[in-house]
């Protein structure tokens, strides 16, 4: 047993050695360019808004297609404060579902919010690799005001969650690009080998493109991920044991956020930050117990698990 953990111990170091997976942290292909925009209107199901590309793509007004999903948004999260605080709402969305690319600010506390924009703000908080939404972020948390702050908090914690992504084992998934920062299906029906990936895509690439806050995502991960993830998250070693934190169901407590059906590729990310130590502030020194025998088909694996439970 003990030489089977030397080994985990050491494959996991090698993996952090190799870099972080691509698929996890996507940027940019170099030539990229985003489509134009031809002034369509552009429509959501079961929504009468209508908006033009640039107008979603405007940091500072966020597309409301669900004005009733949510209670009214303060200004800081409909439309920021130029020139350097972002309305909330256009990453994030509207009512906070975010994406593949960003948090969910589902079910997370004010207190919780507001300690993680301090961190960004710090510095304790970034990347394995440079990512533009960190960037951004953190650009945002050094101007934000503290009622700011505490108005976006309050209002995303009023929400109550709702699940947004189903979680798929698949030996074969659809070819995929990089498209501003997220993984979206090529055209056609060709798909290739999983291997030791999360393929995450929006069940409508365009919706999402709108940042409609119903969006939803499909999260293929290899077969016998969702199975083992429980395993590794009832860990016989107290200190690994997810539940203790983060409660039984996962679902979170008052010392940690709920980890249940939140983006596998994000959560991915957080581990994977975690152990490289890009990521530190209040809970990384309880994390690091966690992670640091944690090879990526593990971080896979908890990821699957987690996502696929319901809020």
Wanted: with cysteine; net charge negative.
């Amino acid at each position: 047993m003990v030489s089977l953990a030397l080994l985990s111990a050491a494959g996991a170091r090698a993996q952090i050695q190799e870099g972080p997976p691509s698929w996890a942290y996507p940027v940019n292909p170099p030539n990229f360019q985003r489509t134009p925009d031809d002034g369509t209107i552009r429509h959501v199901p079961d929504s009468a808004a209508g908006f033009t590309l640039t107008q979603v793509r405007d940091l500072f007004a966020a597309p409301d297609w669900h004005p009733d999903d949510h209670p009214p948004m303060p200004d800081i999260v409909a439309r920021g404060r130029k020139p350097e605080v972002f309305a909330c709402g256009v990453c994030h969305r509207a009512d906070g579902p975010g994406g593949p690319e960003n948090a969910s600010l589902f079910g997370l506390s004010a207190e919780y919010i507001i300690q993680q924009t301090a961190e960004f703000k710090t510095g304790l908080r970034t990347n394995s690799v440079p990512r533009v939404a960190t960037d951004l972020m953190i650009k945002l948390s050094k101007a934000v005001t503290d009622q700011e702050l505490a108005e976006a908090a309050a209002y995303f914690a009023s929400i109550k969650p709702r699940s947004n992504i189903v979680v798929v084992e698949a030996e074969a998934v659809p070819k995929t690009q990089v498209r501003d920062l997220f993984l979206a299906p090529l055209d056609g029906a060709e798909k290739e080998p999983i291997g030791q990936r999360i393929i995450e895509i929006p069940e409508n690439v365009e919706h999402f493109v709108s940042r409609d806050s119903r969006a939803r995502f499909i999260a293929y991960v290899p077969v016998g991920s969702v199975q083992k993830g429980p395993t590794l998250a009832t860990n016989s070693d107290p200190r690994v044991q997810c539940g203790t934190c983060h409660g039984a169901d996962l679902s979170g407590t008052a010392i940690a956020p709920g980890l249940a059906s939140r983006s596998p590729t994000y959560m991915f990310r957080q581990l994977y930050d975690f152990k490289s130590g890009a990521r530190k502030g209040a809970n990384s020194e309880l994390m690091k117990p966690v992670v640091e025998n944690l090879g990526v088909d593990d971080m896979i694996a908890l990821v699957a698990f987690s996502a696929s439970l319901k809020q």
